[in-house]
């Protein structure tokens, strides 16, 4: 069979910067030129509407169905994918709703739960201990993932320049780990938000078992009804919580950590950034994070100076989520088989592709991940070197 004789086969060879073999109705075929790096088999053809409408998307759930078999290494396939993201095709109108789904309470509550409320159980089996599920920081070369997420959470509490008596808010929590380990080690009095029931849940018994209650606590609220609790904090965290926020909602976000905080406080803001302000993941945003936006640092650095904020120190973590992901994906191998038992062969196939392709957008710098800190307005009484 000649190469345009199938629209597939037709449509791979964009993907020509690095050489692979296509096996499709039992013919083989060679994308680029060079020794194959892997092989990509297709059991059943992908029609030329879906490829056009979305690469991603359509590649992607044939993946998930078992359409699409790998001979070879998954992260080598994605990052020779990735690095031609600028091939794929995306036909906005016709993803319009993935890619622009409504920003209101109900349906930013409804994404985040069905993410986040898989079930405590789910995490815990591939996260660390500490069940944190944002980027670590790796110090040492051999630090495991448990230290490196420690190692992170002190990391952003020593930014922070926490003295006692200091209240500290968290806006999405999680399971609760860097309020805890702010009230027991710096003294502050710790409050919490999330949108997931599990995390809230499971946030109530680890500060019951340390005996917190006076010292911590965690509402089931949605962050723009914060300034309704009429409390003012010395000091705000939001590690991994913005990308779900939406853009239309980004500069409201910053403008309830500005009601929120006393003049003088420090805001630690950690979250993924994109290269630009484009919705362009529909599988994502279909399968993993529905509402998932992913915003930019001259975005938000814009919106901080448009309020009473001012930048302190802005640091790129990329590398290190490189590596926090490798590690999930590598600890999510290990029991895939029992979650594959319990949920279903799609769906660990969705989670293969979600935190390998997440490595490799992290390795190839394709998407980012930064910790920025402001003051809000001026603050003389800082140390002038960095603290930490």
Known sequence: MHLMDNFLIYYLQRFDKYCFDVV????????????????????????????????????????????LEIEGDLFTVLECLLEQVDQFSLDRSAVNSLLYPSEDK?????????????????????LDPTLSYSCAYFKHDDDTLEEAQKNKVH????????????????????????LIEAAQKYGVKGYGCTLSHEQW????ERIKALGLEDQVHIDLL?????????????????????????????????????????????FLLHYIDGRDEQNSNPWMRKYIFPGGTLPTIYEIVELA???????????????????????????FQKVRAQVAADKGEEFVRMWDLYLCGCAVAFYIGYIDVH???????????LPMTRWY
């Open 24 to 67: 499709l109705h039992g013919k083989h075929y060679t994308i680029g030129t060079g020794e194959p790096l892997f092989r990509v088999i297709f059991h059943k053809d992908i029609p030329k509407k879906e490829l056009l409408t979305s690469t991603s998307l359509s590649l992607g759930e044939a993946f998930m169905r078992g359409d």
């Open 155 to 178: 990391y952003i509490l020593s930014k922070l320049h926490l003295e006692k008596g200091q209240s500290l808010l968290d806006i999405g929590c999680g399971w609760g780990y860097l």
């Open 371 to 381: 910790q920025l800190l402001f003051t809000k307005g001026t603050n003389n009484d």
């Open 201 to 204: 849940a499971m946030g109530q």
């Open 106 to 126: 109900t349906t930013q509550r409804e994404e985040v739960c069905s993410h986040y409320d898989l079930g405590n159980d789910f995490y815990k089996l591939w």
């Open 222 to 266: 949605d962050y723009r009804d914060l300034p309704k609790k009429d409390i003012k904090f010395d000091r705000v965290v939001s590690v991994g919580m913005l990308e779900h926020v939406g853009r239309s909602q980004f500069e409201r976000y910053m403008n309830v950590v500005d009601k929120v905080m006393k003049d003088g406080g420090l």
């Open 305 to 331: 100076y448009k309020g009473p904020f001012q930048l302190l120190d802005a640091e790129s973590l990329r590398r290190h989520y490189y590596k926090t992901l490798s590690c999930w994906y590598h600890n």
